[in-house]
């Protein structure tokens, strides 16, 4: 099967999970990027990437690199590059673009002079065009531009990992869906390890434990645009589905999924019987500082709220009683927490032994891991 290279997209901090999912997948020659890792695979490691990866945003395969130092040149480089066998007349397009340099100011004028020369090259080579699709689109094409330098991928994903499907509702300021897989991964969590999501919210954090305990590939629902490329494959994309289904175990999971808010509880709720998780998450209401764990150990996930994201009256007292709940009754515990209050940060009163800078919901957040020690150390 013939081999070429994939780039892989993912949220800034991640890059080194996703280069370990990458590797247990059978990627081969990885090398990290900016929020992205570039890997040589097939169509075979394409699809199950697509099915699997808990950690990427999107899968691009390069098709095209040339320079272009203005508009004029991006256009004639592009309408050079023979579309039509990527493209049908009936199939419906579109193009994202990034740019960083001096050479192009606006991504969306970029993505213009591409799509125009697109058309154009259609007019003259088929007498008619496809249509352009930023809803729904049957094909995604990528431009993206470092300085004068531009390279064209076809976007295998389309809507991107993190859409897994399964929360219809949430709170206000649900995390990431890959943001939390990777940082359960980046905790070394196993199936066997007790399980606390004790600020829930939308229950992200345990819905997404309850598929990496269980093995479930978490797109396996999905539709893809590489299902519209000309040379996918049916049958060996049912085959690599088939063999990702039938890794699927039931463990007996210990995820216990806590939240103040009624309404809250509702969503989780919903959501965990969307992704088919319910049976594996113990949800019921609880105020994480007046309630106790019931293992002996275990790993605690937090994401609080900090003042960007939900106001509470006095920031500094809510994160000095999660500092001091977490070390009255989680002795002998891991606590994982993410924050992008790092002033509030500093009042839970623990000495973090990871900190790891990431993006949650568009803001710089910090993931502290804090290992609570019975007695003293």
């Known amino acids: ?13 991640l890059e080194n999970v996703l ?15 900016r929020r992205a890792v570039r890997f040589v695979g097939d169509d075979e490691l394409l699809y199950k990437a697509n099915l699997s990866a808990r950690t990427a945003l999107r899968f691009l395969v390069p098709i095209e690199d040339f320079s272009a130092e203005n508009e004029a040149e991006l256009y004639s480089q592009a309408k050079v590059f023979p579309w039509e066998k990527v493209l049908h007349l009936n199939q419906t397009f579109s193009i994202d673009a990034t740019i960083s340099g001096n050479h192009f100011r606006h991504s969306q004028y970029v993505a213009l002079k591409v799509k125009d020369a697109i058309a154009d090259r259609f007019r003259e080579k088929k007498g008619k065009r496809p249509d352009v699709d930023r809803e729904n689109p049957d094909i995604v094409i990528n431009i993206h531009v470092t300085g004068s330098e ?8 389309g809507l991107s990992l993190d859409r897994r499907g399964y929360r219809k509702k949430s709170n206000e300021a649900p995390i990431n869906e890959v943001l939390a897989a990777g940082i359960i991964l980046m905790s070394g969590w196993r199936s066997d390890i007790p399980f606390y999501d004790p600020m829930a919210g939308s229950g992200t954090f345990s819905i997404e434990a309850a598929l990496i305990g269980t093995k479930t590939p978490p797109n396996l629902n999905r539709v893809f645009c590489l299902q519209n490329w000309r040379d996918f494959d049916h049958i060996l994309y049912n085959k690599v589905k088939a ?15 806590r939240d103040i808010l009624p309404k809250n509880l509702e969503i989780i709720a919903e959501n965990a019987e969307l992704a088919g998780m319910d049976e594996y998450i113990n949800l019921k209401k609880a105020d994480f500082f007046e309630t106790e764990p019931t293992t002996e150990n275990g790993i605690v996930f937090l994401n609080p709220p900090y003042g960007e994201r939900m106001k509470i009256e006095d920031v500094f007292d809510f994160y000095s009683r999660i500092g001091d709940t977490l070390k009255q009754k989680y002795a002998g515990f891991e606590a994982w927490m993410i924050s992008s209050d790092k002033e509030a940060i500093k009042k839970v009163g623990l000495r973090g032994e990871q900190k790891i800078d990431l993006l949650n919901g568009g803001l710089e957040a910090r993931l502290l891991k804090y290992e609570l020690y019975k007695g003293k150390k």
């Not at 780039?7 to 901090?13: D, F, I, K």
């Not at 370990?20 to 990027?33: D, M, R, V, W, Y």
Request: hydrophobic share 45%; charged share 20%.
């Open 243 to 257: 063999a990702l289904k039938s890794e699927i175990i039931e463990p007996d999971l210990q995820i216990f999924a």
């Open 150 to 157: 531009v390279v064209i991928s076809l976007d295998s994903t």
């Open 1 to 13: 099967m013939q081999k070429y290279e994939i780039v892989a997209t993912t949220l800034m901090g």
């Open 19 to 33: 280069m370990q999912e990458l590797t247990n997948l059978g990627a081969q020659n990885i090398e990290k990027l």
